[in-house]
């Protein structure tokens, strides 16, 4: 069952390499499917066999536990839903001549090596492999971010890798600082001294000092990889220039991943020095994150840089969360990584649709999408909704368990203001979607046929949406539960 | 052995130093044509140049005072001072505790190369010419960069050895209490930056031109002749050879350690050696690159000025 | 070989470090820049190696020996391969003036020193001083990476940031386990190809420096 550790990331990497020498477009969505749903198969088998069994361990590499089986699950969810998505949109993108067949299997190849090293970014034990895991996430969605080849792109992608591979090598400087201090405290002796599962243990045993400033450095490395600020300035730019999927993966998968690194180095921090220096920092670049995108979110013209922008403020909102601390602090903060990917992927998918339909990425210029194409219309308003926070979706919900543990927990002012920002965000949201999907469309655009597999892919998302809005299902509350003590050091 | 005293000691090493000093720019020369695959002038050939202008007449400007022909002996006699202050060959022990004979600081020594590049800088000003207050302006502002750094790197080498003094500098090191660390591979790095600066070089200046944009130290000299320009020249040679000696001094100091002539010829030859290898590394400066443009001096000055910085930051914490 | 030895030695490559860093941060041209992290690789593998010796870690020698190969020839080799395909001058362009980056840098040693004053515990005596130079080396290797808008100097500075981290993890802890360290290399190999390609791309499709593109905004 441990080697299943092993064998998860392997699955899309030689799907991937498979792939590059494939040409034919259906058969490259055909493995993209089946890439995808043979991930999603064993993670669910992996989360079962964890939530019975306890954490699984791999050769002092990897190691799975109830945090893990979250993140996993995000990602491979998300995985399969764009690869269904994918379908109508590489169809549409290379019908328009957007895309040369010839670079299509480039580009399959690199998203499933990209979902492959999310895996491992997910699954790793060792706080190196996690290092270069997440290095490894950088440098293929980097190609990605830069594919289309036009000069806003390529910006972005530079902006993108230079920022966040410096951000990351003060993450791997926190990693070295934390190595020494377990090796320390094993008296000199560095065997696992990498290895999250035995740091954790030996926690209060580490000088604090040196985890003080290792976690720092951490978090800042790792947070740039997260987007958030005052790290974040790569975020809209490689998120709004990536091709349409690419943001969906980025957004919804890849800035939990960081999240998952932060997540980690936070529980060490939180067994070394106590909950309170760790707590307050994720706290206050939480609160930051939310009020610094605020103005961006109000003030955006292009609507995938909107996205991004609300892609950074919502990281910020698990960072509160999680700074916030408590078991209910922490169940919501995980609890909104996965309300969080999901929504934002739809609304992702919506935007592509319609820049596709509507020829442009300003929001002045789509208009009347409901008219125009009447299932993505709905999705946009749903998916508006339920990105600013209403009920009955599933964001509510991970907002409103925040807010709860912030004022049981004493947060008030904190509480306030992050209140405040989330209804102007409300308000400024709502307008845009609105314009969008209201209205009378512009006469250049054209009613076309909606591909079904978008729609699909859309709905499959809403349905989650929907269903963690009302309800969250026991066998994930389980999940839930499990991981917040996890990450609590319980 | 006559008894030393620290007069003979002093005036015998700047002897020595100011006798040397032709014979170090001229091996430069002849290193420097060797490379640039020419025969170039003799090794003795700066002997020559300065036994010619002590011999010629010298003309004045209309527009200079008696300061403009007072400047040139004023020059050497510092240049000369600071000959005397720097140990060549041997620093004499005084008592038996081991305490050397101070033979002066080298915050004095720096002053007195300060002066004579002020009084240059006046003298040059004094003449009303046009590249004489064109030099004087950029020397004086490549000594703003450079100062500073000498007396840091001095510094630095003088909290390690516990007092500014030069001998005892000097005997700090060569009785084996120190420990050639970091800051001391700075420190060097740095002094050897300023050598290029000191002693009028590429990339800072260019000792065989007389181009008008191209000149600094060249420029303050022009307006002289004769015997006054003789004396400039020397103490411009003095003034190479005493900074060689210098990084000498305060980093490998060949030094004898009695009065035995074979320990001093032992320890002259260890100077000379080493004057050789830091004129092939003049040298070869000389003729591996262009000099910088003057808005550049600053970028390249400064890399001597963060080493010796970062000199004393690591000798202090 | 001694500690004491490898200690002193160590002390030294870290002054050659330090002179390298200085020289990275006032280049004001593309190939010196190159050949200066060229140079300051080799002296991380030099340091390396020596503490490898001295700990008879055979972990070490293979680590320096990767570096050699990989950071000091096979990158700086790449660096020319990508410099002679753009047409662009080959000067580096700052933000900041050469002048304030390198006051920086001597705040960013003090700052250095003062941290891993905070982090004695874990500093082996075999190793001296690397610790403050580890962490100034990183630190100004960022400090390239933010001041520079040259595409190719901003890699050099991640390059001399890696070194940077590579003496700092020397110093704490006899280097990171061998797998780490070889995985880190490849990273930063893979990086430095992405890197390469996306600065040709952009040749190709437009005449300035990717670095230097600025459209987005807001």
Redesign the interface.
Known sequence: MSSLLWILPLVPTSFGLLMLGVRDRRWLNALDLASNALVATLVVALAQHVMSAGPLRAAGVFAADAVTILFLALVAFLGLTTAIYTVGWMRHKVAAGEIPERRLPVYFALIQIFIATMLVTVVADNLGVLWIAMEGTTITSALLVGFARDRDGLEAAWKYIIVTTIGISFGLFGTVLIYAAAAHAQGGVPEGAMNFTTIVAIAPTLDPGIVRIGFIFALIGYGTKAGLAPVHMWLPDAHSQAPTPVSALLSGALIKCALFGIIRFHTIARGACGPAFAGDLLLLFGLVSVVVATPFILTQQDVKRLLGYHSVEHVGIVAFGLGIGGPLGTYAALLHVLNHGVTKALVFFVAGDAIGRCGSRDMRRIRGLLRVAPFAGTFLMLGAFSLAGTPPFSIFISELLVIQAGLAGGHTLAVALFLAMVVVIFAGLIHHAGKMAFGAPEPSVHAGEEPRSGLLAMSLLAAVMLALGLTVPVPLHDVLVRAAEVTLGM | MPETTPWALALGQMALLVALGPLVTGLIQKLKARLQCRSGAGLLQPYSDLAKLFRKGSVRADTATSLFGAVPVLVLAATLSAAALVPVVYVAPQGSDGAVVPLGDAILLLGWLALGRFLTAAGALDAGGAFGGMGASREMTVATLVEPVLIVVAFSVAVAAGTTDLAGIVAHHTQGRHIFGAPDLLALFAMLVLLLAETGRIPVDNPDTHLELTMLHEGMLLEHSGPGLGCLVLAHHTKQIVVIALVQALFLPPMASSLSPRALAVAFLGFAGLTVVLALFLALIEASYAKLRFFRLPQFLGIGFVSAFLAAALRLL | MTPELAA?LI??I???L??TM??I??A?QLYRAIYVVAAQSVFIALAGAVLGAATDNLDLWIIAIVTLLVKAILLPWLLFGVVRRIRIHREIVSVIP??VT?AI??VI??VA?H?S???G??TQAIT??AL??GISL?LM??LV??SRRT?LV?MIG?FA??NG?FF??MA???G??L??EI??I??VI??AL??G???L??RS??DSD??D????R?
Do not use: W, Y
Request: net charge negative; aromatic share 4%.
């Open positions: 002193r002390d030294a870290g002054a050659f330090l002179f200085i020289h941060l006032a004001s050469i002048t390198l840098a001597g040693v003090v020193f941290l004053s905070s982090l515990s874990v001296g001083n403050p130079v990183t290797g960022v990476m933010m595409a901003q991640l940031s890696e981290i700092t993890a704490v802890s006899q990171m386990p797998i780490i995985g880190v490849l990273d893979l990086g992405v890197m390609v996306l600065v791309r952009v499709s437009i990717i670095a593109l600025d459209r987005l807001g």
